[in-house]
């Protein structure tokens, strides 16, 4: 599993307000600084301006040898949307192999300013010269090979932030204590809690949990007093670590031949259904299994005494308990081999080892009975697939439609509602509980499905209320996307036309949407003077953004009845500021 790193807040830190309006003279190539210092890319913005971290991406332009993007260092902010942003400059380590002479870098970001007028611009690609021997990991007469580049389009909008640290805004105190730490340790620690929890919770698999008493009187654990028993237990767990720390090894090594290329819809779509074929197999639909004849040579008939039988069968573990461990090892793996760090696989997977080690070193030790296996197991070998096939749409939720999205997330809370027993008789208490939640998760499953219909064939099926029915009307009676439309309008009404230039990934948009556009004197304006009409020139009308000289988002413009502009206005603007410039004051 990816390490999860917490956003740092900022939102609360005192800043004038000089600071915050945007620079109406922004260049998005000018005022944004790129340098090659130490081994990392420096994307640099003034005070007032972020980065976003979804488009940041370092590539090579041409010529002989591979160049690889290190992880991206934590953000230090969040923006209206919830996507992770950079204040100040930013450090994107890259390292290379075969490379010669002077290399052209391409680097691409996308820059925002921020408070009242402040946009976001489209991303961003410039070339930065860089010597090959400045670039870390450039070993002489390396065979050439031709790293691809990466299109920000095509990135997955979820990139790692682990390990390296960033330099924040002066004016921000708080960024400036949390890029000065040398790694993020607490997102570390969780992730290896995570990994331990799914060790143990593989270990409660019915693949597994039978086998342990068995397992233990196999090594002579049980009733040879408990120093013996704890010493044959942990050899056995012991065993158990090489086996999967091994794993944990080659899923890195691998992970560091494709590196951001697993970030692409190529590889997380077929991720994506490999992890459903994990969790289908933890519903009973088939199994993972070795072939019975392997199987049993592994296992063998007789007994393995000693330290050096108990370390044996913890090697031999791993591969028995395939059916059930499989699904849950292997997206365990695919997580590791996506981060690319050989270290950090290993450890994860020794961890993962001694989680799916403790009853067994319990049971050696103290010759504790297990609870017997039954339905409670069987459940919980599918609330694991339900894990699992979460862990599957939440990977692609960023590279599939909005309506698509819905669906799936309908789709794995209708599963859920199965796995709880939505179908079952409720005989006692804790039964009536866990189908009440079970009866939950199936009417969100329906209401996620009338949402993704909505979404997919722009219908309305259920009313609106909160956030919805405000932002149904904060845009009632807008046209969409249609100018010529709107021109049509305007001339038969003698009226003008409001345009709302915007982008789904753009913050201030949003804002705009929220604060600006529903209040009563706005709304009342445009109502008694303009057609208004919505348009995304950077998706849906491409074929505007250079007749109308879009150059940033969100743009808003005054045109008369024929198509000539009157005056236009760039970012977010407060209600007050919005209605002044309508009226032309």
Known sequence: MRAIIPFFLSLGLAVTAWAQRADPGFDPAKDVSLRFEKGAVVVGVPAGAHLKAAFMDVSKKAGPGTLKMGKLPPTTDQDELGDGIWHGQVKVPVSGEGLSGTVTLQVTYQPCTEGEGGVCYPPTTRPLDVKASDI??????????????????????????????????????????????????????????????????????????????????????????????????????????????????????????????????????????????????????????????????????????????????????????????????????????????????????????????????????????????????????????????????????????????????????????????????????????????????????????????EVAFGIQILPRGGAAAAAKEEHGGWMEQDLEGALTKAKAEHKVVLVDIYAEWCAQCKELDEKTWPEAGVKGWIGQNAVAIRIDTDAKRKDLAAKLQIRSYPTVILLDAEGKELRRILGFQKPESMKAWLEGK
């Not at 994990?278 to 040579?297: C, Q, R, V, Y």
């Open 136 to 453: 870390p990991g450039v070993p002489s007469g390396a065979a050439p090979a031709e790293k691809p580049a990466v299109s920000p389009v095509e990135k997955e909008r979820d990139v790692p932030k682990v390990e390296a640290a960033s330099s924040a805004a002066p004016s921000s105190p708080v960024a400036q204590t949390v890029t000065s730490a040398p790694a993020p340790r607490a997102g570390l620690m969780l992730s290896l809690l995570l990994v331990f929890l799914a060790g143990m919770g593989a270990s409660l698999t019915p693949c597994v949990f039978p086998m342990i008493p068995i397992t233990m009187a196999i090594i002579g654990a049980k009733g040879g007093g408990k120093a013996k028993g704890f010493v044959l237990s942990t050899m056995l767990v012991l065993g158990m670590a090489v086996t999967y720390t091994s794993l944990g090894v080659i899923a890195a090594k691998s992970g560091a031949v494709f590196g951001a290329a697993a970030q692409k819809p190529a590889f997380l779509i077929p991720m994506a259904l490999l992890f459903v074929a994990f969790s289908l197999s933890l519903f009973g639909a088939f199994e993972i299994a070795l072939p019975p004849s392997l199987a049993m040579k592994l296992q063998g008939d007789g007994s393995r005494k000693g330290l050096g039988g108990a370390f044996l069968m913890g090697l031999v573990l791993g591969p028995l308990s395939a059916p059930c461990v499989g699904p849950v090892i292997g997206a365990v793996l695919v997580g590791i081999a996506q981060q690319g760090d050989v270290l950090f696989g290993a450890i994860q997977l020794f961890v993962f080892a001694l989680g799916m080690g403790v009853l067994f070193l319990l049971v050696g030790t103290f010759s504790a009975a297990l609870p017997k296996s039954g339905e409670w197991l069987t459940r919980f070998k599918r609330i694991m697939g339900l894990v699992i096939l979460s862990f599957a749409v939440w990977s692609i939720r960023l590279i599939v439609p909005e309506w698509a999205l819905l669906g799936m997330m309908g789709v794995v809370q209708l599963v859920g509602a199965a796995v709880f027993g939505v179908f079952e008789k409720a005989e006692d208490f804790l039964a009536q509980i866990r189908k009440g939640f079970a009866v939950l998760l199936l009417v969100l499953s329906i209401l996620h499905w009338i949402r993704a219909n």
